[in-house]
């Protein structure tokens, strides 16, 4: 995810060979999080997690993380390869020594680059043993919600438009749509045009065409949106103000000439929902497998 702007857009369109490239660079970025699935449990520290993965894409994949020395102007180098975001950390929690408890949720967002240079980025939430109801709920409400913004994917569509599925999703459920923070373009750099709304009204901003790739990413807040800084003050952690807690899920996503395709799909992704067309349009293969409900995949 990437802090919202008001700029002027200038998309990349990805030609064939820019379209594999990603596909390989969302799936390894994807298998990253199979891997860590079986570890994300109570009594595993954050930072274990964290070089697990560092470990993982240097050693097995021959990727190297994006986020580790990240620094984007205002902000200070990211020490990690990737965020865990626990609780009522909204993104970009940094990976630290306090273990994992039962009832913890949490989102773990990586970003690989491969050897060509192409970014892939996704996240999945993460339920430590036996969470609270509401947690739950939270946890899928926002997977969901990503599905419906997902959905809207085409060409001739627009920005707003997945922005507006989502947001009236979450609404209705009682939930609140993070705004200081938004998806992003991506391709041979970490955060491209467009920037991608959570929220928003339909048939506004930028008109989706092929070769597009952006992720769809809600953040969404069991509580008011109202975001802040971290007690931590380390430049990066944001927390939901009235301390209530946030999920989020992110894909990659492919404009394609007739819909969509969601890169970051692996043997371990969890099942795409009910309500989505099956098969999806050009929504690549994937072993859908329902996640269990303990120390798991939401």
Known sequence: MWQWDNRRMSITYK???????MRVACKLA????????????????????????NDYMVNVQ????????YQPPGYPPYPASLCTSLNHVVCHGIPNDKPLKK??????????????GWFGDNSRMYMIGDVSIAARRLCHVTYEAMWHGIMRVKPGARLGDIGHAIQTFAEKQGFSIVREFCGHGIGKRFHEDPQVLHYGRPGTLEELKPGMTFTIEPMINAGKRD??????????????RDHSLSAQWEHTILVTETGYEV???????????????QPAPQVATAKAETPSTADSAA
């Open 103 to 116: 009832g913890d949720i949490m989102n773990i967002d990586v970003t690989v680059i491969t050897k060509d």
């Open 62 to 69: 021959g990727t190297v993380s994006a986020t580790l020395g």
């Open 30 to 53: 994807s298998e990253v999080l199979d891997y860590l699935t079986p570890f994300v449990k109570a009594g595993v520290t954050t930072r274990e997690i964290d070089k697990l993965a």
């Open 15 to 21: 030609d064939a060979a820019g379209i594999e490239g």
């Open 227 to 240: 975001i802040k800084d971290g007690p931590e003050k380390d430049g990066w952690t944001i927390v939901t």
């Open 263 to 277: 890169l970051t799909l692996s043997a371990g992704s969890p099942a795409i929902p009910d309500f989505v067309p």
